[in-house]
């Protein structure tokens, strides 16, 4: 005989479900992690007669954000090391007075790593800048991008790297105007040595102990929260990620919900062990593999089909044709889901003919692949990604953060083509919430300001307002395209019965505030499977 246990009756001024019945609910009832009944107040203490109540008040809930395209575990990383935002430091003199004061507390000879560095706000900072800088280390400054970093002559030295050392494929060795290294490591010459996921080959950079990473890891969860996110999707994951991960999880100390995507360089164990798209439960699961074939849009280094606006020059295609069509064929004969990094519309072709071949020889219905932000398109490559029932994962808060630079690295005309959300949405493609922090602004309110206006924070003229989504389109983006991106539509993005209890409690209503307020709105809770993970403090 089954007991049904007693729910927990939750109420709000405005419940924005989503369950598109055309009336919202006054309240919800959870149990159990779910959602169990939604409806009027007067119904649900009717139907369950005695269950506690929780009342928001005049806030707004909304089903928990979703950021399908973000990193877990670099953050975690990251955060133990040196923060060059333009939010922390004040131009390159700050920059270097931050690496400079890190070297005076760090032993002879150790390294220095600093990230989130963006030279369009900040300024450029060359090698012999960092010699000046900490002269008795090797420094590395990861942009904010993160493809392409600059590194001092010690870390040059450390490397391996002088003037005749030829640049890896898929990646290149910075010169300034006189032909001399000027410290910059482009694409694989940056991801070979710093990321793990991607590293080829043995790096000398000083991996973070496990303690390290899991109190980074803590630190992310809770900005995170904060910020009221209950779901992310890690869309770049090595071994070491998934234990740590792992070990969290078995700790209790995974408080957010996590998909991975493995990188393709790993793959390979993965497929040995049979363990492919949706291996996990709800809280740590993989969603599938993740593959690269060109460079940053803050990097100005994507794979464009016509030149740069400012600088001229194509991009880089980071993995040839060949590997990267062998890379989808393999993953997608195994009945798993590949998400491919392509940021420029010639990229994204590449990967459009690499999905098309991969279906004719093998065709697996259903079987849905992912283009990762996918920022410049048309219609060409709109109508094949429909037929191939491809997901976008476009970058949310990009023209937010970037503003009118983006116009002045790509034109008026592909801006209006770029980060193409209402293009998508008008063309029936599945598109999600991404923020690609630490690349973007991570909090999932800026990206909702970003693609309803199209205003960037530096005041600019507006960034292609022809891909301006509605307020509730772009909540949807953000919660159940999200979904769709991981494969978990029938359980998240919604305050329905079944559901996953995964909500947001917001001091404002995104929906009906004015648009240029959307990113101000106070989080006040962030709950997953029913349980408060953050609550504001007063004051």
Not at 251 to 269: C, E, I, K
Not at 486 to 505: C, N, Q, W, Y
Request: with cysteine; glycine share 12%.
């Amino acid at each position: 005989m089954i007991h049904e246990t007693t729910p927990v009756l939750y109420r709000a001024a405005h419940i924005v479900s989503q369950q598109d019945t055309g009336c919202e609910p006054e309240a919800f009832a959870v149990d159990g992690g779910r959602i169990r009944a939604t409806g009027t107040l007067a119904g649900l203490r009717s139907r369950f007669p005695g269950a506690p109540e929780v009342d928001f008040g005049e806030a707004t809930v909304v089903p928990g954000f979703n950021d399908a395209h973000i990193h877990l575990a670099m953050t975690a990383d990251n955060l133990l090391h040196l923060d060059l935002s333009a939010d922390a430091v004040s131009g390159v003199d700050g920059l270097l007075r931050r690496v400079s004061d890190e070297a005076g507390r760090t032993g002879p000879g150790e390294w220095i790593r600093g990230s989130r560095y963006d030279d369009a706000k900040t300024g450029a900072v060359t090698r012999w800048d960092l010699d000046r800088a900490a002269p008795g280390h090797p420094v590395i400054v990861v942009h904010v991008a993160g493809h392409w970093g600059v590194a001092n002559s010690p870390a040059l030295r450390a490397l391996g790297i002088d003037e005749d050392t030829p640049a890896p494929d898929g990646g290149d060795h910075g010169r300034g105007p006189d032909g001399r290294l000027d410290g910059r490591l482009v694409e694989r010459a940056l991801m070979n040595v710093v990321y793990p996921a991607t590293a080829r080959g043995e790096s000398p950079l000083r991996a973070s102990s496990a303690e390290d990473r899991m109190s980074g890891l803590a630190r992310a969860q809770r900005m995170w929260h904060a910020a009221g996110l209950t779901s992310v999707c890690d869309a770049l994951i090595a071994p070491d990620d998934i234990a740590l991960l792992r070990r969290a999880q078995a700790d209790g100390r995974l408080t957010l919900r996590v998909g991975m995507l493995l990188s393709v360089d790993h793959y390979p164990a993965a497929r040995a062990l049979g363990a492919g798209s949706g291996f996990g439960d709800d809280r740590l699961r993989l969603v599938g593999v993740k593959a690269f074939a060109d460079g940053a849009i803050g990097g100005r280094t994507c794979l464009l089909s016509e030149p740069y606006a400012d600088a001229g020059g194509h991009g880089i295609q980071t993995t040839p044709t060949a590997e990267l069509a062998e890379q989808v064929r393999v993953v997608h004969e195994d009945g798993n889901r590949i998400g491919v990094h392509a940021n420029g519309d010639a990229a994204i072709r590449l990967v459009l003919d690499a999905f098309e071949a991969a279906q004719r020889e093998a065709p697996r219905p259903g079987l849905r692949h992912r283009i990762e932000h996918c920022s410049i398109i048309d219609e060409s490559i709109l109508a094949r990604m429909r037929a191939l029932d491809a997901i976008a994962v476009p970058f949310a808060g990009y023209v937010g953060y970037h503003g009118g630079a983006l116009t002045t690295w790509y034109g008026a005309d592909r801006t209006e083509r770029m980060f193409a959300h209402r293009s998508f949405l008008d063309a029936g493609v599945t598109v999600a919430g991404s923020s690609d922090h630490p690349c973007g602004p991570y909090q999932p309110l800026a990206g909702l300001q970003s693609m309803v206006t199209r205003h960037g924070a530096d005041d600019s003229a507006p960034v292609g307002l022809s891909q301006r989504v509605t307020p509730a389109e772009a909540l949807r983006i953000f919660t159940l395209g999200s979904a769709e991106a991981e494969g978990t539509a029938s359980r998240k993005g919604r305050i329905a019965p079944g559901h996953l209890a995964d909500f947001t409690v917001l001091g404002g209503n995104p929906l009906t505030v004015d648009p240029g307020e959307i990113s101000r709105i106070p989080v006040l809770a962030t709950y997953v499977d029913g349980r408060s993970v953050y609550e504001a403090t007063a004051g």
